[in-house]
């Protein structure tokens, strides 16, 4: 364990940080194709789905959505990555 573990753990950093992101990703396309949450219940997908009839007019209903996930799947896995290189026993 003293010699595996620290070797491994950012191994399991990055990989839990990158199924975070496939997590929301697979949210937000379940939902865009209305089979995740129901209308009732906010969703980032659910607000692209609604927001694709109006792109023409209305562009920022659709586009901000999109960019917040973006955002947010981006910055979770540059997150991880920092932490891996953080904790990372042989970078010292």
Same mark, same amino acid.
């Given at each position: 364990m003293k010699h595996i573990l620290p070797n491994v753990f950012s191994s399991v950093i990055v990989l839990s940080t990158? =199924?975070? *992101? &496939?997590t929301i990703l697979l949210e937000a396309s379940l939902s865009f194709l209305g089979l995740g949450v129901q209308p009732p219940t906010i969703s980032w997908g659910g607000m692209l789905s609604e927001g694709r009839d109006h792109l023409a &007019? =209305? +562009? +920022?209903? *659709? &586009?901000?959505p999109g960019i917040c996930i973006t955002i947010l799947v981006l910055g979770i896995i540059f997150f991880g990555d920092w932490l891996r290189d953080y904790l990372d026993p042989k970078s010292e």
């Open positions: 990158l =199924s975070v *992101g &496939t &007019t =209305s +562009w +920022w209903i *659709g &586009t901000f």
